[in-house]
């Protein structure tokens, strides 16, 4: 799929009511995701919002789901503020959609087994392509929003000394770096089962690219 066509084609998404009404529902989900954190250690978060941004891109591609961003970055605030609001934080969370719509749109997501070793390794072979995808677009995120736009949002809201940017960009490369492999170890099988219930659901064909 072309770059540029891959935007206008996401664009006519918005004339669909499904589409929208698929939306708003995965939006609903990543909002209520927002609140469900696990945290291992003082300094270290496994969230799961980003699985409805993901599905969004998946399935609508970047234009739905940079709106779908914004949509659960504002109605997270709302539900529960945190500190004061910052547009670069929702700017954070619109090119997160952005980047997924862009790796995952129309792709037919990996179908992995993991009830052994070599049943996992061989079907991931198998589905090497997709699964690719899938982790360069958490990878893609983890680098551009959650260690970049990210730090440099809350250094503006007053959180981190200007100074200590290079300090806080190490920290949030690491932690990172650390949950990256078990955020794609979640993203992939959850992908497949929402991407096996709307094609049930909706009868609609989403073809691989």
Known sequence: MAFFSMFKNSALELKSVRSLTVTALLIGISTALEFLVIQPTPTLKFGFAFIGLAA???????????????????????????????????????????IYGIFLYKM?????????????????????????????SRFTVNLVCNVFLNTVGLII?????????????GERIVKNAILLPFEVLVLIPVLYGIYIAYRSISGKNKTAV
């Open 56 to 98: 969004i891109g998946m399935l609508y591609g970047p234009v739905m789901a940079g709106i779908g961003g914004i949509a659960v970055d504002v109605l997270g605030y709302i539900i529960k503020p945190t500190g004061a609001f910052s547009p670069i934080l929702t700017v954070a969370t619109l090119v997160e959609g952005i």
């Open 108 to 136: 037919t997501p990996a179908k992995l087994d993991f009830s052994g070793g070599k049943a996992f390794l061989s079907s991931l072979k198998q589905n090497a392509f997709p699964a690719l995808r899938t982790f360069f």
């Open 157 to 169: 809201m007053g959180f981190f000394a200007p100074e200590t940017f290079w300090v806080k960009m």
